[in-house]
């Protein structure tokens, strides 16, 4: 590479005002590198480091930047000075107290060994940056107001004592003003005591709702249209919701009056009857009743199973689990038709505990009180649970009067199997 002994710097510094509220803190800067040949260096990135001065060159350094442009295939770099590399703050410069110079350092080899320094004066183009602001006026400023309209107006009145009163007031505005907080103000505060026609309480309206329709007091009343359809607007979203991806404890957490339209929705293979709102889990049943003909014997009749007798919510699993390791030799027996069920790719189905069943026959079955009804399509029969009771009888649910009964566990009646999320 050729020995540059000098830099011939082409100058061009363009301070524009921004036609926004105040100028940019920038300049322009252009410079043409040649070596001393005069050829342009060209597609070369090179180093520079710009300095501000104030008052003489040199003078006092007021802000120093690097940076490390690359020259286009005419020679030609441009940067703008106060985005580069530094400590200093470009805004910070009181354009006021120049005059100002401009020192830039160069290392073409892009090494940072300045090897190259040219200075030049800023004139008055660069001041635009200082022209956005207003110097305060030495010894103040008079100025005596003789627009009409301004002299009439509320404004003229205000005085140095008003506005220290208003930015020191003891009122918490962030709360609701009594009477008292408005006399605060300076203002006269007070409920209606006189009324044209002879009455201050006439015009206070008691408002009642009934389906879509809200009614005043006076005799009055509106029909808002389609709001007996909000409910199965509401039905539809959650349902949305959870074909969305969220979890039926998002849905809750989001909104806790959604907690029964959450019931009888579609989730994971089976439709949703209880969810823990504490820690997010659930219980699922299945659509449908299992079993060839819907309904099957307990178990063993005269064979006591140690272990499941699990009543409350959570122990119905456990149960089945007890049931299925007594090896009882009856064939499709109730807790075998829910262990061994394949429903949306989800295999972990099993008998419901006694209160699990019951939970179901609330929220989705025939006591369900909801406008949603009887979700699961049980029948009017009775519904075996996992809760053994003797080695006679375990626990079942009938459906059609909601009563808990102790069941003959080779009695054949429904069974539907349900799983946890």
């Known amino acids: 590479m050729k020995n540059i002994k000098s830099l011939l710097l082409l100058l061009s510094l363009l301070i524009s005002t921004s036609v926004w509220a105040q100028s940019p803190n920038k300049m322009s800067y252009q410079a043409v590198i040649r070596d001393t040949d005069s050829k342009l260096v060209?597609?070369?990135?090179?180093?520079?480091?710009?300095?501000?001065?104030?008052?003489?060159?040199?003078?006092?350094?007021?802000?120093?930047?690097?940076?490390?442009?690359?020259?286009?295939?005419?020679?030609?770099?441009?940067?703008?000075?106060?985005?580069?590399?530094?400590?200093?703050?470009?805004?910070?410069?009181?354009?006021?107290?120049?005059?100002?110079?401009?020192?830039?350092?160069?290392?073409?080899?892009?090494?940072?060994?300045?090897?190259?320094?040219?200075?030049?004066?800023?004139?008055?183009?660069?001041?635009?940056?200082?022209?956005?602001?207003?110097?305060?006026?030495?010894?103040?400023?008079?100025?005596?107001?003789?627009?009409?309209?301004?002299?009439?107006?509320?404004?003229?009145?205000?005085?140095?004592?008003?506005?220290?009163?208003?930015?020191?007031?003891?009122?918490?505005?962030?709360?609701?003003?009594?009477?008292?907080?408005?006399?605060?103000?300076?203002?006269?505060?007070?409920?209606?005591?006189?009324?044209?026609?002879?009455?201050?309480?006439?015009?206070?309206?008691?408002?009642?709702?009934?389906?879509?329709?809200?009614?005043?007091?006076?005799?009055?009343?509106?029909?808002?249209?389609?709001?007996?359809?909000?409910?199965?607007?509401?039905?539809?979203?959650?349902?949305?919701?959870?074909?969305?991806?969220?979890?039926?404890?998002?849905?809750?957490?989001?909104?806790?009056?959604?907690?029964?339209?959450?019931?009888?929705?579609?989730?994971?293979?089976?439709l949703l009857f209880y969810l823990n709102t504490s820690n997010g889990t659930g219980l699922l049943a299945a659509p449908s009743d299992q079993g060839d003909i819907q309904w099957a014997p307990w178990a063993c009749s005269f064979d006591e199973i140690t272990g499941a007798d699990g009543i409350t919510i959570g122990t119905g699993a456990q149960n089945t689990i007890y049931i299925i390791d007594d090896q009882c030799t009856t064939l499709d027996m109730a807790a075998d038709l829910c262990a061994n069920l394949t429903l949306g790719s989800y295999s972990d189905w099993f008998l419901p505990s006694k209160d699990e069943l019951y939970q179901m026959y609330l929220k989705i079955g025939l006591g369900n009180t909801l406008p949603s009804g009887n979700v699961g399509g049980f029948s009017y029969g009775k519904y075996w649970s996992s809760t053994e009771d003797s080695a006679y009888s375990a626990w079942a649910l009938d459906f059609y009067e909601g009563n808990q009964i102790s069941y003959g566990k080779g009695n054949p009646i429904y069974v539907r199997a349900v799983r946890t999320f």
């Open 42 to 270: 060209t597609s070369q990135v090179i180093s520079m480091q710009i300095s501000i001065l104030q008052g003489e060159a040199p003078g006092t350094v007021v802000y120093v930047e690097t940076q490390t442009p690359t020259t286009n295939i005419n020679g030609l770099v441009s940067i703008e000075i106060g985005t580069g590399a530094s400590s200093d703050k470009f805004g910070d410069i009181d354009w006021s107290s120049g005059p100002y110079f401009i020192k830039t350092e160069t290392d073409p080899a892009g090494n940072n060994d300045y090897t190259i320094t040219g200075i030049s004066q800023l004139l008055s183009v660069p001041y635009a940056l200082h022209a956005n602001t207003a110097d305060s006026i030495v010894g103040g400023i008079s100025i005596t107001e003789t627009d009409p309209i301004f002299g009439t107006s509320i404004a003229n009145g205000i005085t140095a004592a008003d506005t220290t009163n208003w930015n020191n007031h003891t009122v918490d505005t962030d709360t609701k003003l009594d009477s008292t907080g408005i006399a605060n103000l300076g203002y006269v505060a007070g409920g209606i005591t006189s009324e044209v026609d002879g009455s201050i309480t006439n015009e206070i309206q008691q408002l009642a709702t009934n389906g879509d329709t809200i009614f005043i007091s006076a005799g009055n009343y509106i029909v808002l249209p389609g709001l007996s359809n909000i409910g199965s607007l509401v039905e539809l979203a959650v349902q949305q919701r959870l074909d969305d991806g969220e979890t039926p404890f998002d849905i809750y957490n989001s909104d806790i009056t959604l907690l029964d339209s959450l019931y009888g929705k579609t989730y994971q293979g089976g």
